[in-house]
């Protein structure tokens, strides 16, 4: 098979307060070396990621949306949004304040979605970052987010959450497979609902004659 000339765009949209390592994570997608230095986004950047599905059988190319974290940028975020497959929603590990912004960012990318999206809702991944500054803090530090604070929260939501490291790649791949499995499973039940829609029409018109 050409996998090349059967190619399927995704859009995948990254949302949260700023300085929770959106940028970073998109790097880790691609496996781009960690850069330590923080520096803002300003408005949205984009990061490509390729891979073949088995599948579905074809060559799947997402694009990873990363969107500014602060308010003023909102407007920009929403346009960005507006056709996107999935949403993660990115919050800092060590900080607590970024967690319980989580719902805000959630309701804002659902309220830009187009209403193509309405009409089969993008799911959300919440994504807690910056796992391995827990994981080296030898002491209980009760400002980190603890795992079962995400379960309890992602879980009521109907959302599905990971940890990662975006600069140590701890978990990463993990994230990526989900990624992955609930865009093509997005797709095959879009597909499967336009073919209902088209029998459904077509049933209703020969009906009709």
Not at 78 to 98: C, F, M, P, Q, T
Request: hydrophobic content about 30%; proline content about 2%; charged content about 20%.
């Amino acid at each position: 098979m050409d996998r090349s000339s059967a190619e399927i765009l995704y859009h995948v949209t990254l949302i949260g307060e700023s300085n929770t390592g959106k940028t970073q994570l998109c790097r880790a997608f691609k496996q781009d070396a960690f850069k330590g230095d923080y520096q803002p986004t300003i408005g949205c950047a984009m990061e490509n990621v390729t891979f073949y599905s088995g599948e579905c059988g074809k060559t799947i190319t997402v694009s990873f949306w990363d969107t500014a974290g602060t308010e003023k940028y909102n407007s920009l975020m929403k346009i960005y949004s507006r056709n996107s497959d999935l949403g993660l929603v990115v919050y800092d590990i060590a900080n607590e304040s970024s967690f319980n912004r989580i719902e805000y960012w959630k309701n804002q990318y659902e309220n830009s979605l187009s209403q193509d999206n309405n009409n089969n809702p993008s799911p959300i991944i919440i994504v807690g970052n910056k796992l391995d500054l827990r994981t080296n803090d030898h002491e209980v530090n009760q400002n980190f987010v603890a795992y079962q604070q995400l379960q309890d929260f992602a879980t009521p939501l109907g959302c599905q959450f990971h940890e990662v490291s975006a600069k140590t790649g701890e978990n990463v791949p993990n994230l990526l497979d989900m990624i992955k499995k609930i865009l093509v499973r997005r797709k095959i039940q879009k597909t499967e609902n336009l073919q209902l829609r088209d029998r459904a029409s077509s049933c209703f018109g020969n009906c009709s004659n």
